[in-house]
């Protein structure tokens, strides 16, 4: 997808470079939602950091694992506990009863040390640093 | 019981603040002596619920704190503030007085015991 979109820059018929960041942008945008649902995650982004939230109501945070490699933010999330007990008879189900899996990926490498996870009010917040070596550099020019 | 539609979303449009008006998934199940609802309503808090019974309709009204942008730009999903809205009918024969209720992680717990009259009682069969 991302190769079609460059020989469409640089072949006949080419698009423009802001043309070509808007398909990107969308691309990328479209890797984000995937079990979660595009209702239940956010994502905000800088160029060196970003924040995902994600609404996972009722579970205990200390089951909720978090890793990160590369630009790539991988998240397990356990089913939320069972809240009928006894003998009920149930007249409406909605809520998830099962554990989901959920991959973020980032325009950039992330720093997995400098991440920050908090879990309030049913939220988990993931605040994420851009890796120092990603960075992009200032090349100065010198006129001649 | 009876209600509106799961997950239903409409957007209303304030100065510099948007929020999305959002239907929360919801559990209801009825024990012995009461009825007990379960409503995922991530990022509410004590403070930002409002929970009503009029008429033996439950009314669960519950908003989240506006979205910290901090000078990150929204690239994903929908970032405003979330306004939870959603209504229940009670069967009759409820002690609506005795209402009970309690939100942690994100999820509103309620009980509404039943009345005395309308619990199933054990009716004794005696020998003629």
Not at chain 1, 45 to 73: F, M, R
Not at chain 1, 77 to 98: F, K, W
Not at chain 2, 62 to 78: R, S
């Amino acid at each position: 997808m991302v190769a079609r979109r460059i020989r469409r820059f640089v072949g006949p018929g080419s698009v423009t470079p802001w043309q070509l960041f808007e398909e990107l942008n969308r691309d990328f945008s479209d890797l984000f939602i995937s079990a979660v649902g595009s209702d239940r995650l956010r994502v905000w982004s800088s160029n060196d950091s970003a924040v995902v939230e994600v609404d996972v109501p009722g579970i205990d945070p200390a089951q909720i694992q978090v890793s990160i490699q590369n630009d790539v933010v991988d998240l397990s999330i356990p089913a939320a506990a069972e809240d009928a007990e006894g003998n009920v008879r149930h007249h409406l189900r909605e809520r998830s009863r099962s554990r989901v899996t959920q991959q973020v990926r980032l325009p950039f490498p992330l720093d997995a040390g400098k991440t920050d996870a908090v879990y309030d009010k049913g939220v988990l917040r993931l605040s994420l640093s851009r890796r120092e070596d990603s960075k992009p550099t200032k090349v100065a020019v010198k006129a001649v | 019981m009876s209600q509106n539609s799961c997950c239903e979303q409409a957007v209303v449009q304030e100065p510099n603040v948007q929020t999305v008006v959002v239907t929360p998934r919801a559990d209801g199940w009825e024990t012995e002596d009461a009825y007990v609802l379960s409503v995922e309503m991530p990022g509410v808090d004590d403070a930002h619920l409002e929970v009503t019974l009029e008429k033996n309709v439950l009314a669960i009204s519950g908003t989240t704190d506006g979205p910290q942008f901090n000078g990150l730009q929204p690239i994903a999903g929908n970032v405003a503030r979330r306004q939870y809205e959603r209504s229940f009918r009670l069967p009759e024969g409820i002690d609506a007085g005795q209402l009970d209720g309690s939100i942690r992680n994100g999820v509103l717990s309620l009980r509404v015991p039943k009345s005395q009259q309308s619990m199933r009682r054990k009716i004794s069969v005696r020998q003629a």
